[in-house]
């Protein structure tokens, strides 16, 4: 089993859900986050004053799937989310020991399927 973990921008929500819905994913999180990278945050210019955002909004989403669709699924991630500017977001793959449906008591596979 993998968990899939992306740092996507907001605005590509919608087509990463669209494209891991085609790729087969069974269910995932979103969380909201903030957080920077080679960006290094922005200035904006509120009622006339310009002021430092360190931390820009992006979007946390994690997938638990079986290694055989991980790769299609990481892909799936990467073709939605990428708009070829800098702050796209990164995609990392961990491995899980183990995964416990807690309502059923089911393990691993059947856990996620």
């Known amino acids: 089993m993998k968990l899939i973990t992306a740092i996507i921008k907001p ?3 919608d087509p990463v859900l669209d494209a891991l819905k085609d790729a087969g994913a069974t269910g995932l999180t979103v969380t909201e986050v903030r957080g920077f990278g080679r960006q290094k945050g922005k200035t904006e210019v509120y009622r006339g004053a310009e002021y430092a955002v360190k931390l ?3 979007m946390k989403l994690e997938v638990v799937t079986p290694e055989d669709r991980a790769d299609a699924i ?10 070829g500017k800098i702050g796209d977001g990164k995609i990392w793959v961990s491995e899980l020991d183990s995964i416990l449906r807690i309502r059923t008591g089911e393990r691993d596979e059947k856990a996620v399927d």
């Not at 990481?74 to 708009?83: L, P, W």
């Open 56 to 58: 820009l909004p992006k």
């Open 74 to 83: 990481v892909e799936a991630i990467a073709e939605a989310a990428r708009s």
């Open 11 to 13: 605005s590509r929500l």
